[in-house]
């Protein structure tokens, strides 16, 4: 009994430690201390063997200094010892995105969303690979998703309206734009927008085509 409890304790204690450790990385680079951070990172890893944390925060290093390598290869065992890790996975399409790579990012980020479909950074990357490969489908899917959980986010909104005008459906975006402009009635690029889709709802109209 003394041993379990002593185990447990043990345990507990590396536990908290590799957390301090975790915790210091981030913040070490969230203000551009890479050395430091790295330092944290490195003896989280230690503490937590089978952690992916520390070996997204490597990556994420590396990629800000441009090692896209590095970035590769921790994104990578971050995948490995957690495969469902949607952080994991997009920064292995952050990766891509970078390489210019967009059919692969554009796989990565998805994957990121699948998992984890509250995950800005993939949506903000999977928009981003979407107007290089012009193709939006999938992506609206994850806007609309992504503004059920988050029904005030304006900037996803306003992405959401621009696609739907670049889709043609004009009715959609103006409704998106009109809801924005509830929320926030000064924001001057909804209400340019929103000038512009009127006009060609407008247009479209007098065609009889793309008014839906």
Request: aromatic share 8%.
């Amino acid at each position: 009994m003394e041993i379990s409890e002593d185990l447990f304790l043990t345990r507990n204690k590396e536990k908290q430690h590799y957390d301090v450790m975790k915790e210091l990385g981030d913040c070490y680079a969230s203000t551009g201390e890479f050395e430091k951070a790295q330092q944290c990172y490195d003896k989280a890893s230690s503490l937590g063997p089978d952690e992916a944390g520390p070996y997204i925060g490597l990556g994420v290093i590396a990629l800000q200094s441009g090692l896209l390598d590095d970035a590769e290869m921790a994104f990578r065992v971050a995948c490995r010892l957690d495969n469902k890790n949607a952080e994991a996975w997009s920064g292995l399409a952050m990766v891509a995105q970078k390489r210019e790579d967009h059919e692969r990012a554009f796989d990565l980020y998805l994957k990121g969303l699948e998992l984890d479909a509250d995950n800005l950074t993939a949506l903000l990357g999977l928009f981003q690979t979407s107007c290089q490969m012009g193709s939006f489908d999938k992506v609206i899917h994850y806007l609309k998703l992504y503004l059920d959980m988050h029904p005030g986010d304006t900037s996803v909104m306003f992405t959401l309206a621009a696609l739907y005008m670049k889709g043609r459906q004009f009715e959609e975006s103006r409704n998106i734009l009109g809801n924005i402009l509830t929320l926030e009635p000064s924001n001057k690029d909804a209400a340019n927008l929103l000038e512009e889709v009127e006009h060609s709802l407008a247009h479209a109209r007098q065609l009889g085509v793309g008014a839906a």
